[in-house]
C-alpha cells in the first residue's frame, strides 16, 4: 500500500502570514499528489496538484512543492485570508491501481 | 448540473438496522469511490467502481456492500449497523481525463447508537 503522514494536525496564522503544510509518502511509485480543502460541512475540494515530473506548481497564493528523493510534498498559502481557514488533506496516488491515499488532514485557522 | 449528490445528510441508526447511503452523479464519471472520515483518520476508501457492473474493495470493506447498475449511481449498504460505523461518509466520483481529480458529494453524517 502507501502510507502518506501529514503534519501539522492543526495550524493558527495571522491574516497576511504564510502557511505551510507538509506531507510524507512511503512508496516511491506514487506520481500524483493532490490537496483538498474542507470547509465545513462540506465535501473536500481539490485546490492544487502535483505530478512527480514537476518539482513545484503554483496558483495564484497557493503553490505545492514535490522532493521525489525526500519523499515529501508540501502546500504553501501566501497572504492568508480567513476564508482560508479550512481543513487540508494532502492524497498520493499511483499510476497503477485506484486508490488514493489520504493524509490525516490539517485544521487551518486564520486569525483576523 | 448537481455534481455529487448524497442522501441523507443525517442519519441515527439503532445497532442491528440497515441502511443505504444513496450518491447519485450526473458529470457521467466512470470512477465513483465511498470514503468515511474519522476525526483525525483522514479519508479511508470503503469499495469504489470502475464502471457500471464493476466493484472492488478498498481499505476498510468490512460490514458495507455497494452495487453500481448504472454510471449515475453507487449506493453504500450497511446491513447491521455497529457503533464503530458511526462516522462522516464521503461519494466522490472522477471519469476520463480527469480521473485522478475527485469531485465529492457534501456527506452524509451517520451515528449508530
Known amino acids: 500500500g502507501e502510507n502518506v503522514e501529514q503534519h501539522p494536525s492543526t495550524l493558527s496564522v495571522q491574516e497576511g502570514d504564510s502557511a505551510v503544510i507538509k506531507c510524507t509518502y512511503s512508496?516511491?511509485?506514487?506520481?500524483?499528489f493532490p490537496w483538498y480543502k474542507q470547509e465545513l460541512g462540506k465535501g473536500p475540494q481539490l485546490i492544487i496538484d502535483?505530478?512527480?515530473?514537476?518539482g513545484e506548481k503554483k496558483d495564484q497564493r497557493i503553490a505545492v512543492t514535490l522532493n521525489k528523493t525526500a519523499k515529501h510534498f508540501s502546500l504553501h498559502i501566501t497572504e492568508t485570508q480567513p476564508e482560508d481557514s479550512a481543513v487540508y488533506f494532502c492524497?498520493?496516488?499511483?499510476?497503477?491501481?485506484?486508490?488514493?491515499?489520504f493524509g490525516t488532514g490539517t485544521s487551518l485557522t486564520v486569525i483576523p | 448540473n448537481a455534481g455529487v449528490t448524497q442522501t441523507p445528510k443525517f442519519r441515527i441508526l439503532k445497532i442491528g438496522q440497515s441502511m443505504t447511503l444513496q450518491c447519485t452523479q450526473d458529470m457521467n464519471h466512470n470512477y465513483m469511490y465511498w470514503y468515511r472520515q474519522d476525526p483525525g483518520m483522514g479519508l479511508k476508501l470503503i469499495y469504489y467502481s470502475v464502471g457500471a457492473g464493476i466493484t472492488d474493495k478498498g481499505e476498510v470493506p468490512n460490514g458495507y456492500n455497494v452495487s453500481r447498475s448504472t454510471t449515475e449511481d453507487f449506493p453504500l449498504r450497511l446491513e447491521l449497523a455497529a457503533p464503530s460505523q458511526t462516522s462522516v461518509y464521503f461519494c466522490a466520483t472522477g471519469g476520463g481525463g480527469l480521473r485522478e481529480k475527485l469531485f465529492f458529494g457534501s456527506g452524509t453524517q451517520l451515528s449508530v447508537l
Open positions: 492524497a498520493a496516488s499511483k499510476p497503477t491501481g485506484n486508490q488514493f491515499y
Open positions: 512508496d516511491s511509485a506514487s506520481n500524483y
Open positions: 502535483i505530478r512527480s515530473n514537476v
